[in-house]
């Protein structure tokens, strides 16, 4: 979940590139957003939780929130991920983790309103993943998630 390329060019500053990022990113006690999928501002206001606990957003999710079904962002859901891709749940694997290391490759889609081969197949050149491709480019074009 942590994309070295999308963190220097957020957070971009002197001497700071994808190969540091990680450095970085520890360095600031993980608390800059680890990659355009996770919004930890996003997930301490949508559970208050585990803003009153004072736990870190991203390691939460990371161990505990995504197999909760809890999100990660607005974009990604984590129920609707786990129920419809059972196996996931069965394995314990936190489902955005599963969506961006094989899931996308495999034709899942992060929730029932974004259509992954669709939007690949409408708007894209590169093997990009579809979500991050929307997120990073497509919302702000005016693409649209999946058929009308």
């Not at 974004?114 to 990009?128: E, G, I, L, N, V």
Request: net charge negative; proline share 9%; hydrophobic share 35%.
């Amino acid at each position: 979940m942590f994309d070295p390329d999308w963190y220097a060019r957020a957070y971009a500053r002197p001497g700071l590139t994808n190969r540091n990022a990680w450095e970085d990113f520890i360095a600031t006690g993980l608390t800059n957003d680890p990659g355009p999928l996770f919004s930890g501002n996003w997930y301490l206001n949508e559970y208050a939780d585990i803003a009153d606990s004072g736990a870190n957003p991203w390691i939460h999710f990371l161990e505990h929130g995504g197999i909760e079904g809890r999100n990660p962002g607005p974009l990604f859901n984590s129920a609707w991920y786990l129920d419809t891709y059972p196996g996931v749940r069965a394995a314990g694997i936190n489902p955005l983790t599963d969506f961006l290391s094989i899931g996308a490759g495999l034709g899942r889609n992060p929730s029932r309103y974004f259509d992954c081969a669709w939007y690949a197949k409408t708007y894209m050149t590169t093997d990009q993943n579809p979500l991050v491709h929307f997120v990073l480019t497509g919302q702000a074009a005016g693409f649209n998630p999946r058929p009308r």
